[in-house]
């Protein structure tokens, strides 16, 4: 089955775009405040800012041109690269979309060299969790910390970009 969706390099207007629905989603969905939106603003502002063509990218997932989640690939090293703002709008989940993102993230990761592909999440953020473990992350630390309103647990997770990828089941 072909996706419904297309991925698509960033454009001017994306990071307002991103950091608004992130900012209106998070609030709805986990109750969290203005300082999240704040954090997705000041990510997307850097990656603009220092923005290396060549180690960093961006993509814009889309359903009949309205955007409808992102993810981020940032240079953090030689050897190692972070991915950054992953989401999905509500009405796009379900359709593999999420995962989709996840792995062009891994896919420029690897062609361009990186040892490791890691990530800071928390663990109220289920969807994304079964999203990064299916994909080969593992947890390699936790911190509770008070942020955007709330007690929350926040994870580091970390991707080998030398071993070799998750099987996929069979269906």
Not at 1 to 12: E, I
Not at 35 to 62: H, K, R, S
Request: net charge negative.
């Amino acid at each position: 089955m072909t996706p419904s969706w297309t991925l698509r390099g960033l454009q001017v207007g994306d990071i307002g775009w991103v950091a608004h629905r992130q900012g209106i989603l998070y609030a709805q969905e986990y109750g969290w405040d203005g300082t999240f939106e704040a954090l997705v603003a000041e990510i997307g502002a850097q990656f603009v800012q220092n923005f290396d063509p060549a180690w960093e990218n961006a993509w814009i997932a889309e359903i009949d041109g309205q955007i409808v989640g992102s993810v981020f690939l940032v240079k953090v090293s030689e050897q190692v690269a972070k991915l950054r703002l992953l989401y999905v709008e509500p009405h796009a989940r379900g359709q593999g979309l999420g995962q989709g993102l996840t792995q062009a993230c891994i896919a420029f990761a690897r062609a361009k060299g990186y040892q490791t592909l890691t990530l800071w999440t928390n663990d109220i953020l289920l969807a994304a969790l079964r999203i990064y473990q299916a994909s080969g992350f593992v947890l390699v630390a936790e911190e509770k910390h008070r942020s955007f309103g709330h007690e929350l647990v926040g994870q580091n997770w970390n991707l080998d970009l030398q071993a070799a990828p998750p099987r996929t089941p069979q269906r």
